[in-house]
């Protein structure tokens, strides 16, 4: 998306305004920042973006896409 480099703050905004919901593996972005209230945040508590790592927790994030609010933050960790 060419979204590189841009602040937490300015992303979430940014992502709010074109999809319903953010995954990522900052686990700081909910403490510093305000979800907006038109984006639903899923944050993975995995150590790297690897897809050895990510792949496995698939069942878990597509459960969570269903079941995710718009304005809070859902935790996944590795089973």
Not at 40 to 53: C, E, F, G, M, Q
Not at 54 to 64: C, D, E, S, T
């Amino acid at each position: 998306m060419g979204w590189s480099g841009i602040e937490n703050g300015a992303l979430l905004r940014r992502a709010s305004r074109e999809f319903e919901i953010f995954i990522t593996i900052d686990r700081s972005i909910q403490h510093q920042q305000v979800i907006p209230s038109s984006i639903a945040l899923i944050t993975l508590r995995v150590t790297n973006n690897r897809p050895d790592t990510v792949v496995p927790m698939a069942p878990r994030i597509l459960k969570a896409l269903t079941g995710s609010i718009p304005g809070t933050n859902t935790v996944l960790a590795p089973d």
